[in-house]
């Protein structure tokens, strides 16, 4: 069965770091990109990020560049997201997800990441 | 990186058909055959539905079918039933270095 879980969420103030992690069962992670989408509190879905299969290659949403970085350990069959400098607009919802450039799937259920003070 | 626009909420009757249009540039929709649908139940996370514009996953109804015109993607639901009622968002391949840009969503409500 393929399982894709999030963790790592929580209530951090302004300016304050966290590290998402995903953990990834049923596939063989090595050979896929990997993103991760976010949706805040009654808003739509945003994609955030991904990594190609390697490592080798990461891109951002403009509004996550310099702020957040992506990484995976294939070895561990696990996805990150480095979460620097947040805002409150960060809050949301955050989903991993397998990328295969067609379309996501499957998607985990997702961790909750609130930024406040 | 703006967001594709979409319907706020569609509605229809059980059986009837609706269509959900999601309308991007020449950078995105235009340019790609890469647009993707999801359907959101409330507290769920995303189900792929429609992929490639027009293909269906394994185990997703053939009353769910996908078009492009120009830049404009559909998303057509055919028979509609009381368990389609969710959220539905677009996506489409956004050019260079893979990024990705998701639709505004859309309401689908049945009678």
């Known amino acids: 069965e393929v399982q894709l879980v999030e963790s790592g969420g929580g209530l951090v103030q302004p300016g304050g770091s966290l590290r998402l992690s995903c953990a990834v069962s049923?596939?063989?992670?090595?050979?896929?990109?990997m993103s991760w989408v976010r949706q805040a509190p009654g808003k739509g879905l945003e994609w955030v990020a991904n990594?190609?299969?390697?490592?080798?290659?990461?891109n951002y949403v403009d509004s996550v560049k310099g702020r957040f970085t992506i990484s995976r350990d294939n070895a561990k069959n696990s996805l990150y997201l480095q979460m620097n400098s947040l805002r409150a607009e960060d809050t949301a919802m955050y989903y991993c997800?397998?990328?295969?450039?067609?379309?996501?799937?499957?998607w985990g259920q997702g961790t909750l990441v609130t930024v406040s003070s | 990186q703006s967001a594709l626009t979409q319907p706020r909420s569609v509605s229809g009757s059980p059986g009837q058909s609706v269509t959900i249009s999601c309308t991007g540039t020449s950078s995105d929709v235009g340019a790609y055959n890469y647009v993707s649908w999801y359907q959101q139940h409330p507290g769920k996370a995303p189900k792929l539905m429609i992929y490639d514009v027009s293909k269906r996953p394994s185990g997703v109804p053939d009353r769910f079918s996908g078009s492009k015109s120009g830049n404009t993607a559909s998303l057509t639901i055919s028979g509609l039933q009381a368990e389609d009622e969710a959220d539905y968002y677009c996506c489409s391949y956004a050019g260079s270095y893979s990024l990705r840009v998701f639709g505004s969503g859309t309401e689908v409500t049945v009678l």
């Open positions: 997800a397998k990328d295969q450039f067609a379309g996501f799937d499957p």
């Open positions: 990594i190609k299969q390697d490592g080798g290659v990461k």
């Open positions: 049923g596939f063989t992670f090595s050979s896929y990109w």
